[in-house]
């Protein structure tokens, strides 16, 4: 964690990319229940760089499922996007996630995540914090007040 804390995590399976290894790893977090303002235990998969893993001493990972290799040019998926549609005051727009944010979602790669948060209403996803896993980009649309437009 960028605090300095470390969790625990259930290791699904691991995948070499061009960039080096990377683990899907469950994460134990609180979600909200369907109760009316309770929470419940739930997990959180997702996609982690090798930096961010290391193993448990003494753990066997001989058995850790391994997909193959990416091709070259096909670059990582570790992103997802979700279009939001119009509501009355709102108009649609497009957040982009941590691949494991939004189950179920088709992956795109950095480049492909690049090019849609530098399409108008379109912002990265607060909750997976998907900002910090993307590196910086000058945003070339204009901004009002101070504020990138989303």
Known sequence: ????????????E???TSDGWQ???GISCWAPSEK?????????????????VHPLQGGDYTRVPTRPATPAG?????????DLPHRPGHPAARLVHVIGCQPGATPITLDQALGILRQPRTVTCRECHAATSLPAVK???PTQ???AQP
């Open 74 to 82: 096909h670059g990582r998926q570790a992103w997802t996007v979700q």
């Open 36 to 52: 009316e303002g309770c929470t419940e235990p739930a997990e959180h998969n997702v996609w982690l760089d090798a930096r961010h």
């Open 23 to 25: 683990y899907r790893v």
């Open 145 to 147: 007040q101070g504020h």
């Open 139 to 141: 945003d070339p649309r």
């Open 14 to 16: 691991r995948r070499r």
């Open 1 to 12: 964690m960028p605090d300095g804390q470390e969790l625990r995590a259930h290791l699904y």
